[in-house]
């Protein structure tokens, strides 16, 4: 089983739709979470932190559930611009601080 | 936010030739420097870590000896890729972590640098 697993995609959504993201972790240890967003050939960009109180920001809003391990992003009223590729990421746990990163789900919005 | 550079950001060798691709904290000091690779389409994999002044740790399957790591300051660290071959031509890219402060906050994550192409003939 992989250490941080993610929706395989690809979605293709309208522009305007709402778009869901969910992604598992092994490791119960684990101690920090985010969403990054990667564009084409270019390096991974952090878009947020995931609490486990949830945290929203303007359209995204992130949530964490540790008893179930799982992580979402929930992606509002979706712009031709959130277009790329996004990953879960999750850090920490037994030995020491280490990240580890989903596959990514890739995500076209279409006009 | 904080910024980590890279460079070179493309690369393309002759096989058998050594790459160094060099990663520096411009505006924090990095206590831990990480070292991904990317092949098309896949995820990000950690190569290895390094702490400065001290000896990097490999990722299981990451040969020590031909991915040189070098952490010199709290602010640049060196990876060189020994006797390329096409195999190795990847995308890698470096991530620095550390305290940034910047304005009335400060925040200990992580920053990834812009990424460096390689291409092995």
């Known amino acids: 089983r992989k250490e941080v697993e993610q929706d395989p995609g690809p979605f293709n959504v309208p522009e305007g739709a709402t778009v869901a993201f969910n992604c598992t972790y092994s490791?119960?240890?684990?101690?920090?979470f985010f969403w990054y967003r990667q564009d084409c050939r270019k390096e991974p960009k952090l878009l947020m932190s995931v609490y486990s109180s949830g945290n929203e920001d303007g359209r995204f809003t992130a949530q964490l559930n540790r008893a179930s391990q799982y992580i979402s992003l929930l992606i509002r009223d979706s712009k031709l611009s959130d277009s790329a590729t996004y990953l879960c990421?999750?850090?920490?746990?037994?030995?020491?601080?280490?990240?580890?990163f989903g596959a990514g789900t890739r995500l076209f919005v279409k006009a | 936010g904080a910024v980590v550079s890279q460079h070179p950001s493309r690369v393309i060798c002759k096989s058998g030739t050594s790459v160094k691709i060099e990663c520096r904290s411009l505006d924090f000091q990095a206590t831990t420097m990480f070292w991904y690779r990317q092949f098309p389409k896949q995820s990000l994999m950690l190569m290895a870590t390094s702490n400065e002044g001290s000896k990097a740790t490999y990722e299981q399957g990451v040969e020590k000896d031909k991915f040189l790591i070098n952490h010199a300051s709290l602010t640049l660290s060196t990876l060189t890729v020994t006797s390329a071959h096409p195999e190795d031509s990847s995308f890698y890219i470096c991530?620095?972590?550390?305290?940034?402060?910047?304005?009335?906050?400060?925040?200990?994550?992580?920053?990834f640098g812009p990424g460096t192409r390689l291409t092995v003939l």
């Open positions: 991530s620095a972590r550390g305290i940034w402060r910047g304005g009335s906050s400060s925040t200990d994550t992580q920053y």
């Open positions: 990421v999750v850090t920490g746990g037994t030995g020491g601080f280490k990240t580890i």
């Open positions: 490791n119960s240890a684990s101690q920090s």
